[in-house]
């Protein structure tokens, strides 16, 4: 395992050639009547791997961390080599779920996350299990939350994958690489955004190479031939000759394939919506998809049957786009064009009349301002007063008879745009009532996992951004999500169209530039380590499992890849890890962001309002003036929503504070300075500054509402209209598999 542990991208395909040898055996005789002996052996493996699973979760030895997140991806690499080994483990799984029940529940969200991947994946499952999941499932209602949520998420999961066996597979693939069909319209993307000021050079090109290879492997028409397959061996199980269905599609052609693919997706869904008890739709499935299973293979020529009845069908990564965080709003502009990109495609379902005009402009936010909010029709809408020629010559019976009655219809022109209808919230979803309340506690929304059912109030595309790095990183996504949310505030460009979801992977081996001359040197000083991240696995086990041993892990495999050169083959480990996270992360955890504002010494200078997440530091100079000012040295904490604000400085001034506003500033006549540095980042350094005043970040959307209400009500009072109904701080959510336990 140490080998495994160490270097798993360049020992995998070694590793497993041992592995796997004795799993292909058992894959190959389970048909047999004399594999008793080897299915007992691959249970007791897989029973193996769980319980190391959970003896993870209680270790805290250093020594043990080194392979944290590997035995849950060993194990699904297991369920993947093996389409029999998934029976064994979600059975394994309910028995050590029922046994968490009483005793460890800190056990029971890990392994119920684990037991659901492999249910998405698995080749087929017998409804007996489905039937347990379920059961165990609703159970959890009882429990406080997060259990109850995400039991009653899972459980409406289940429910439908009960009736339509494979539309969690097929509702993943279809959204991740946006394949075009008339039932199911929702897309995904998933965007990775990494400084290279903060990253080694050798870890971006990892990270880029390996990218790059998984989402170059496949084609659509490879990806809607792994949906019509298992779906149709989900449904159908050992009925279904795998070996044949595959040799058909693969003599089929791309139009063929297509309309396989849109039958199966619209049988899947209209299963899945149906009203009926759950065994009725699913024999009424069932039966459906044997038809179409028919139909195709009967064109297939007569091949050997396979003596391995089930075949897995892997489910592909997600195709995810790279990008170097170099520019401020790249994270905008690549939001507004991926929107931009689904309105061309879909205009069916996410058209709106001012749409086309706003994407179309430059996403500089100074042109926001001179664009045509409406257009006014100068007629009253009404088409018998238009004077249309091709109205009043049409004489036909019907147009007659319509023009006999004394109906009216609309003329189809441009609204008007109601600005307090479009601004309401423009992400609500990552909002609990709590946030609307002051109190300074961290929060915790229950998202809505993509894969779950609620079609009706999921929006039509989700963008997934995962930030790679230290907190610096953190600290420039908060400040793009807050340049983001005062954009969304005046104009809802992304508001109607997009699910904003934000991941974070922590990855150590910073590079730092040289100061920039006459730059404090010692100013950052500070541990750059990632202690957002270590926050988030002290609150979330499964996430310091998985995403935080990631950490120490890239850099050491992109040595590696270095070095001796990525193993042809191998698995896509740092792939595999960011799919699994962002497909089962679904719970997110808010941070309060912070606003300062900066006055300098030079009264020419303008004073500069900026935001941060994790810390603002303060420097003051050597005070040579006053002894007892010269020495003296204090720190000062203010606890807050997420991180902690911490101000470090010398007794040069008056301090006042508060939990929720800090203002400290310099004497007027001591003739000195301070230097400010926000959330470690070098180059976000502020000189001459001679005043700071800290807050928390109010919601734009929220400040815009109540400056419009003002305008209309002359009174003081705060929080009328709907401005009540809105959160008023903003908050940066980061997803995690549990939120907090």
Not at 116 to 133: F, G
Not at 666 to 689: E, H
Request: proline fraction near 4%.
């Amino acid at each position: 395992m140490e080998s495994r542990v160490k270097n798993p991208v360049m020992n995998t395909g070694a590793v497993w050639e041992k592995v796997c040898a004795g799993e292909t055996r058992v894959s190959q005789e389970h048909c047999t009547s004399g594999s008793a002996n080897i299915a007992a052996n691959t249970e007791a493996d897989i029973q193996r791997s769980v319980q190391a699973i959970i003896r993870e979760l209680d270790q805290e030895h250093p020594a043990f961390q080194c392979s944290r997140g590997m035995f849950r991806w060993t194990l699904h690499k297991k369920t993947e080599r093996d389409p029999y080994s998934s029976n064994f483990l979600v059975k394994i799984l309910i028995g050590e779920l029922e046994l968490a029940k009483k005793n460890n529940k800190h056990y029971i969200l890990p392994l119920l996350n684990i037991l659901m991947y492999a249910i998405i994946q698995a080749a087929y499952i017998p409804d007996n299990l489905y039937e347990k999941t379920y059961t165990f499932c609703k159970g959890l209602l009882s429990f406080p939350k997060p259990y109850c949520t995400i039991g009653h998420q899972y459980a409406v999961m289940l429910k439908a994958e009960r009736k339509a066996p494979g539309i969690l597979y097929q509702r993943a693939v279809i959204s991740e690489h946006g394949l075009k069909n008339d039932t199911f319209s929702h897309r995904e993307k998933i965007f990775v955004f990494a400084d290279p000021d903060l990253i080694s050079e050798e870890v971006i090109n990892a990270l880029h190479n390996e990218i790059r290879s998984v989402s170059l492997s496949d084609t659509s028409a490879d990806y809607m031939s792994h949906i019509i397959k298992h779906s149709i061996q989900a449904t159908l199980g050992e009925n279904c000759d795998i070996s044949k269905l595959d040799e058909a599609l693969q003599n089929k052609p791309y139009n063929m394939i297509e309309h396989y693919f849109q039958e199966v997706v619209a049988v899947t869904e209209q299963s899945c919506f149906s009203s009926e008890e759950v065994t009725t739709a699913h024999r009424k499935h069932s039966s459906k998809l044997q038809q179409l299973y028919r139909a195709i293979i009967s064109s297939a020529q007569q091949v050997s049957s396979s003596s391995e009845r089930l075949q897995n069908i892997p489910l592909p990564n997600p195709n995810i786009s790279f990008f170097m965080w170099k520019e401020d709003d790249l994270l905008w502009k690549e939001l507004v064009q991926f929107a931009k990109n689904q309105l061309d495609g879909c205009q069916d379902f996410i058209y709106s009349d001012s749409d086309t005009s706003e994407m179309s402009e430059t996403t500089d936010g100074r042109n926001f301002e001179q664009t045509r909010l409406s257009v006014l029709s100068t007629d009253s809408g009404i088409v018998r007063d238009c004077g249309d020629p091709t109205v009043g010559n049409d004489a036909s019976p019907s147009r007659s008879s319509d023009r006999n009655q004394t109906k009216l219809s609309r003329k189809g022109c441009v609204k008007k745009r109601n600005h307090d209808s479009e601004n309401v919230l423009c992400f609500p979803d990552i909002y609990d009532n709590n946030a609307i309340s002051n109190d300074m506690t961290l929060h915790r929304k229950f998202g809505c996992n993509v894969m779950s059912f609620g079609i009706k109030h999921l929006k039509p595309n989700t963008a997934r951004v995962i930030v790679i790095g230290n907190d610096c990183i953190l600290g420039r996504l908060a400040k793009a999500f807050h340049s983001l949310r005062k954009r969304e505030a005046r104009r809802g460009i992304l508001t109607t169209k997009l699910n904003l979801l934000f991941y974070y992977i922590p990855v150590t081996n910073e590079k730092q530039r040289p100061m920039c001359a006459g730059q404090v040197k010692h100013l950052l000083h500070h541990d750059l380590s990632c202690e957002l991240s270590r926050y988030l696995g002290s609150v979330d086990p499964w996430y310091n499992s998985n995403i935080n041993s990631l950490r120490n892990m890239i850099p050491e495999l992109a040595k590696m890849s270095t070095t001796s050169g990525q193993q042809s083959g191998a698995d896509p480990f740092i792939v595999d890890v960011a799919s699994y996270y962002v497909r089962m992360g679904c719970q997110p955890v808010c941070f309060q962001i912070y606003s300062v504002k900066l006055t300098f010494s030079d009264e020419t200078e303008e004073i500069v309002d900026d935001v941060f997440l994790i810390q603002l530091e303060a420097q003051f100079p050597e005070q040579k003036c006053a002894k007892e000012s010269t020495l003296v040295r204090r720190k000062a904490l203010s606890e807050g929503i997420g991180g902690q604000i911490t101000v470090t400085y010398k007794k040069a001034g008056n301090v006042m504070m508060r939990t929720s506003y800090i203002k400290i500033k310099v004497q007027d006549n001591c003739g000195k300075s301070m230097t400010v540095c926000l959330d470690k980042d070098f180059r976000r350094v502020y000189k001459d500054v001679i005043s700071i005043d800290v807050s928390p970040c109010l919601e734009p959307g929220y400040c815009l509402h109540k400056m419009r209400t003002l305008r209309f009500n002359q009174t003081e009072i705060e929080n009328i209209g709907l401005t009540k109904y809105m959160p008023k701080c903003l908050l940066l959510p980061l997803n995690t598999f549990a939120g907090i336990l």
